[in-house]
């Protein structure tokens, strides 16, 4: 059973930083295999669609942003605790949302895609 922990979620002001960060166990990521899987962070504001922020492969590799963040934010993975992170600067009160994480087996950046979900935590950003 994979599950996905989200954590490091709060309230800042606009030009600030937080780091979240996206725990991981369970099968596919015991041993070797999890290095070709995934992960996307997403994000949902009530009444619109989940969208994808940005997605990794778990080797490090291979990495997608989204036009509204690239440039600001920076996906990494730390394999031996199978964590991914996802540093977000100059934050604005558009990136406000409720950011979820979540595990796929290609590069999808439809929420559609992805296998596995975290349950999410809240980013607010203060003007």
């Known amino acids: 059973q994979v599950q996905l922990v989200e954590s490091g979620g709060g309230l800042v002001q606009a030009g600030g930083s937080l780091r979240l960060s996206c725990a991981a166990s369970?099968?596919?990521?015991?041993?070797?295999?999890?290095?070709?899987?995934?992960i996307g962070w997403f994000r949902q504001v009530p009444g619109k669609e989940r969208e994808v922020v940005a997605h990794?492969?778990?080797?490090?590799?291979?990495?997608y942003y989204a036009d509204s963040v690239e440039s600001r934010f920076i996906i990494s993975t730390d394999n031996p605790k199978n964590t991914v992170y996802l540093q977000m600067n100059s934050l604005k009160p558009e990136d406000t949302a409720l950011y979820y994480c979540?595990?796929?087996?290609?590069?999808?950046?439809?929420?559609?895609?992805?296998?596995?979900w975290g349950q999410g935590t809240q980013v607010t950003v203060s003007s």
């Open positions: 979540a595990s796929a087996r290609r590069p999808e950046v439809a929420a559609g895609g992805y296998d596995y």
């Open positions: 990794i492969k778990w080797s490090g590799d291979t990495t």
């Open positions: 369970g099968i596919p990521f015991s041993g070797f295999s999890f290095i070709t899987y995934y």
